[in-house]
């Protein structure tokens, strides 16, 4: 079962607006991950946030966690075409080392 | 690059068949994870193999079997394949394998057709 649901499954925009997406989790969570993966390709990691943080920046991109509400938004600042891709968010909870992916959004920049 | 490599790219096969995949984790990585990607799966966690030991398992089929050799380069071979083993096989590497933060290097992915 997925651990992660992200929300939504598609997002369509033109270059230059922002992207959001969210992420919705069940358990209590150690940390929560952001990957992006561009078509049939593997994925790659963009920022890891713990449990006891808020916000996490890198570059163009803002992590935010709400432990009280199990949810986590990664935004995309001023969209690029080549930021179309899938994005992915993965916690882990428990015991457990190996994170659980959710679904994924499908991100399409329209030039 | 993230410097996991994978090999074969593509695979065909045919139902009943065996198949190997390979993967060479990242250099100084010491944990291998292979995942399974299909469209109504998702990205499901099969296992887990750290400095040449099985440490963590996943929805692995009992068909489906793996193993990290000494030189850290790991192998997932699948037999008895059914056509919904179709999938993107992706192996992944990290330095450590026992802590919560950490991130995964994932390879190119091997993408399994089986007719």
């Known amino acids: 079962s997925q651990q992660g649901e992200e929300d939504p499954q598609a997002l369509s925009i033109q270059e230059g607006e922002n992207a959001t997406m969210n992420c919705s989790y069940k358990?209590?969570?150690?940390?929560l991950q952001w990957y992006r993966q561009n078509s049939g390709r593997g994925l790659v990691h963009l920022i890891l946030?713990?449990?006891?943080?808020r916000e996490k920046h890198s570059g163009r991109l803002r992590v935010t966690l709400d432990t009280s509400k199990k949810s986590s938004s990664l935004l995309i600042t001023a969209s690029r075409a080549a930021d179309t891709a899938s994005y992915f968010c993965?916690?882990?909870?428990?015991?457990?080392?190996?994170?659980?992916f959710g679904r994924g959004t499908s991100l399409i920049v329209h030039p | 690059d993230s410097g996991v490599t994978q090999t074969p790219k593509h695979l065909i096969t045919a139902t009943g068949q065996r198949v190997t995949l390979r993967c060479s984790p990242r250099?100084?990585?010491?944990?291998v994870y292979w995942y399974q990607q299909s469209l109504d799966q998702g990205l499901q966690f099969l296992i887990q193999?750290?400095?040449?030991?099985?440490?963590a398992k996943g929805n692995i089929l009992e068909r489906f079997s793996a193993q990290q050799f000494p030189d850290l380069h790991s192998e997932l071979n699948l037999s008895s394949l059914e056509l919904g083993d179709s999938a993107l096989y992706f192996c992944?590497?990290?330095?450590?394998?026992?802590?919560?933060?950490?991130?995964?290097?994932f390879g190119p992915g091997t993408r399994l057709t089986v007719t």
């Open positions: 250099s100084g990585d010491l944990s």
């Open positions: 946030i713990r449990s006891n943080e």
């Open positions: 993965a916690s882990t909870s428990g015991g457990s080392y190996i994170p659980t």
């Open positions: 992944a590497s990290s330095v450590d394998g026992q802590s919560y933060s950490y991130e995964q290097y």
């Open positions: 193999y750290y400095n040449g030991e099985e440490r």
């Open positions: 358990t209590s969570i150690n940390n």
